[in-house]
């Protein structure tokens, strides 16, 4: 498969060609459900935490005698069902990880690299530097692409990275990944996957089969 190749001022300067093995595979949707649903559950805190009866404050002593009173029997003030009392099933911080095996994510972002790619959302950008981490820079770039909900995977080396994604972030509808930390999620809600060429060399050395 060919895909056009931008300069940053959006003009086609030529092609590149995409592996198959890559970009034109069979798309697996439960692969790709199940990459999503890790990466979802992966964002997740889980610190949310609420008191039960043994951890609400008070209700050591017995409200009333049990018996003679005309009210019904109770034990603690803190009771579930009284006012301030502590909640029946509390909610309780738990980690909400889930890990998958190796050959799993690979096999996911192939199949989500390989949907894009049918899609017709896979663009290829010559290598280029942000020497001054400039939003606006980046932003003519983005624009002269025609980006709308697009996300830029490139292979700079790390100190041209930390400007690169200093001068990305503050652009609602462009997102970045270097290509040695990608998200799959990222690219997957994408409308335009843009990859430089470098980044491109990168993801066809990690993910061509071992022959």
């Known amino acids: 498969m060919k895909v056009d190749k931008y300069s940053i001022d959006g003009k086609v300067v030529g092609q590149v060609e995409l592996s198959d093995e890559i970009f034109s595979t069979e798309v697996n949707d439960v692969l790709i459900y199940e990459y999503i649903k890790a990466a979802n559950a992966n964002m997740r805190q889980g610190t949310h935490c609420s008191k039960g009866r043994s951890d609400v404050r008070g209700g050591g002593a017995k409200p009333w ?42 096999a996911a972002f192939i199949s989500i690299f390989s949907q894009k790619a049918k899609e017709g959302a896979v663009k290829v950008v010559e ?29 700079n080396p790390d100190a041209e990275d930390s400007l690169l994604k200093r001068a990305i972030k503050n652009i609602p509808w ?8 990608m998200s799959g999620r990222d690219i997957f809600y994408s409308k335009e996957i843009i990859f430089t060429e470098s980044a491109l060399s990168q993801i066809n050395e990690k993910y061509a089969k071992v022959k």
């Open 65 to 106: 005698r049990q018996k003679g009173t005309g009210r019904a029997r109770a034990g603690t003030s803190r009771s579930p069902i009284w006012r301030g009392g502590g909640m029946i099933f509390p909610r309780a911080p738990r980690d909400y990880t889930i890990t998958l095996p190796k050959k799993i994510k690979r």
């Open 127 to 155: 290598d280029f530097k942000v020497a001054d981490g400039k939003t606006k820079n980046i932003a003519k770039i983005g624009n002269a692409l025609s980006i709308t909900k697009g996300i830029l995977v490139s292979g």
């Open 174 to 181: 462009f997102k970045y990944n270097h290509v040695s930390r």
